[in-house]
């Protein structure tokens, strides 16, 4: 089974950054799509971004396009999410999730999820 770990979340001003990492182990990420999602409370789970295993395109919540970046690094079985200019409106717990598929698909698609990591953007 491949595990997932998130790390790198906290409490950050507006306008502020933050890393995300989510590092896998079990396997290796090559195979793997792997997403970023993240749900705030009373509302529902949304794809934030994600990066295909065929050829390392990326996708991008609008709302997050120009503020975030999504990457990843095989050699470290990792996947970050590089996180500018915050908005209190993302606020959230962010989880990372991975599929052994070429693209990215919607989170019914991921049957591997990390634990989340909660990301506070508040003055």
């Known amino acids: 089974q491949l595990q997932l770990v998130e790390s790198g979340g906290g409490l950050v001003q507006p306008g502020g950054s933050l890393r995300l990492s989510c590092t896998s182990s079990g396997d290796t990420l090559d195979y793997y799509a792997v997403g970023w999602f993240r749900q705030a409370p009373g509302k529902e789970r949304e794809g934030v971004a994600c990066?295909?295993?065929?050829?390392?395109?990326?996708d991008y919540l609008d709302s997050v396009k120009g503020r975030f970046t999504i990457s990843r690094d095989i050699a470290k079985n990792t996947v970050y999410l590089q996180m500018n200019s915050l908005k209190p409106e993302d606020t959230s717990i962010y989880y990372c999730?991975?599929?052994?598929?070429?693209?990215?698909?919607?989170?019914?698609?991921?049957?591997?999820w990390g634990q989340g990591t909660q990301v506070t953007v508040s003055s």
């Open positions: 990066i295909a295993s065929i050829d390392g395109s990326t």
């Open positions: 999730a991975a599929q052994m598929y070429y693209y990215c698909t919607g989170a019914d698609g991921y049957p591997y």
